[in-house]
């Protein structure tokens, strides 16, 4: 930035260069050679006493030389060199340029606050803006004002972050940059800051992703310390009071091991989570046969669905459906998928796999669905079902093993391959869940 106002500057003899420039330019110039031309033809022609032409002289070299006073400076002046060619009184166009060039959300002030220019991005987050108004009218945020005002007299960057509440909750962070332009940018001229700058960046996003994260190790903590609180009441417990009961021990061990296997669950469950995340960004290669894996996968379940007594089926298409995709991570997909259904929807006494395709804009589509007719989920959980952790019932799910991060697994695989998951449901007449993969051509 700074950089750009020395160059618009130009140095002092660019300045002085420019400053006979506007002379030229003037009309006075003119009237002044008239004059000049008047007074040699005039002692050419023997037509002026030497005397009376040599005080006109005098005069016309004093008009020249004599500087005209200077009007009073506005609070932001143009540099001389783009003041001609400002669109708007007191700014600057390469200024403006800088300004509107700026990746984020960005005003000129006055030093009293008032908005010399600002770029479109401001218009987009901030608020409508028009020149000339004071800041106090786009950002209502004291904080804000009071941050432009004591960088307009120090002469002193700042940064406020502040929170808004409405329309939508968001964290903003506003940066104010005093500007010496008069001295080419220069702030160690002693002079005091004749702009400022402010601009503003949207947290938001990060914010979030901040909460995200606190909320994760609190959840996976919590998951796991549950278990491991029984674990130890149990070891203190054969320890003490139950240590000569045989029958008490048998009982304590086998809800022990229940135990280790939900933590050593959840630790699988979140060391492929984080895997699956790190490669979030490469999509796998390998081509691979939907119809094969999908059967593999409840071929695997049928003991668990007879278990539950609930008819498993599979219809598949007789079409080879080969996807570029990770076979290991596909098997997980569906068998998350099937295993809810077979949890979940056991009361309905059927889980439906079916595996088809569809024409897509770049070709054909899988589109594999995986439903049950058991209760069904409400519609205020569906849009939250993918989150870790979330789970309809806490109770449900812990009795039946779960983790609460199966759904969270299953929705990055799918963004992995770059699929799509859909979920259908009605209360009382089951669930369907619907992934849909780009088949090979
Ligand atoms: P969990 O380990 O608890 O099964 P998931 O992420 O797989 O975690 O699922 C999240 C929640 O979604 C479950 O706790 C359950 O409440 C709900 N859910 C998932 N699949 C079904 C289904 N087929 N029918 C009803 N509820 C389901």
């Known amino acids: ?31 002044w050679l008239g004059l000049v031309a008047l007074v040699a033809v005039g002692l050419a022609m023997d037509l002026l006493h030497p005397t009376l032409a040599f005080m006109m002289g005098l005069l016309l070299v004093l008009a020249l030389v004599v500087p005209r006073p200077a009007s009073a400076p506005p609070p932001f002046r143009a540099s001389p060199v783009a003041a001609a060619a400002a669109p708007q009184p007191g700014s600057d166009a390469k200024v403006e340029a800088v300004v509107s060039a700026l990746p984020e959300p960005a005003l000129l002030l006055t030093t009293e606050g008032e908005i010399v220019t600002a770029n479109a991005r401001v218009g987009l987050a901030i608020g409508p803006v028009r020149v000339g108004d004071p800041l106090s009218f786009l950002v209502r945020v004291p904080e804000v004002l009071d941050a432009v005002r004591a960088a307009a007299t120090d002469g002193l960057p700042r940064r406020v972050e502040f929170a808004e509440r409405v329309p939508l909750d968001r964290w903003l962070e506003a940066h104010v940059v005093p500007l010496h332009l008069d001295a080419g940018g220069d702030r160690r001229s002693g002079a005091s800051p004749d702009a400022v700058l402010l601009t503003f960046r949207d947290l938001t996003q990060q914010r979030r992703v901040e909460q995200m994260r606190a909320d994760f190790v609190a959840n996976a903590s919590h998951e796991l310390r549950t278990p491991l609180a029984s674990l130890s009441g149990f070891i203190e417990t054969l320890q003490g009071p139950a240590r000569n009961d045989a029958a008490a021990r048998e009982r304590f061990l086998a809800i022990m091991a229940a135990q280790a ?73 569906f068998e998350n998928l099937v295993e809810n259904a077979l949890k979940y929807g056991a009361a309905g006494q059927q889980v439906l796999v079916t595996v088809g395709h569809e024409a897509g804009p770049k070709g054909r589509v899988a589109v594999i669905t995986v439903r049950d007719f058991g209760p069904g989920i409400a519609p205020e959980h569906l849009p939250r079902l993918t989150e870790r952790f979330y789970r309809v019932d806490v109770a449900a799910s812990r009795e039946q093993g779960g983790t609460g991060l199966g759904l969270a697994i299953v929705k990055h695989i799918v963004a992995r391959h770059r699929g799509r998951l859909a979920v259908d449901s009605v209360l009382g007449e089951g669930a369907a869940f619907t992934v849909r993969l780009d088949v090979l051509p």
Do not use: K, Y
Not at 14 to 26: D, E, H, K
Not at 288 to 314: F, K, M, N, Y
């Open 1 to 31: 930035m700074s950089q750009d106002m020395e160059s618009s500057a130009g140095g002092a003899a660019g300045g002085a260069r420019s400053r006979a420039g506007a002379r030229l330019r003037a009309p006075a110039f003119w009237i």
């Open 261 to 333: 296997r939900r933590m050593s669950r959840l630790i699988d469950d979140l060391l492929s989570l984080s895997r699956i995340e790190l490669n979030a960004h490469v999509q796998p290669e390998t081509p691979v046969e939907l119809g094969a894996i999908v059967t593999h996968v409840c071929d695997t379940l049928s003991p668990l669905a007879a278990d539950r007594g609930v008819a498993l089926e599979l219809v598949a298409d007789p079409e080879r459906l080969a996807v570029r995709g990770d076979r290991d991570e596909l098997i997980r997909l």
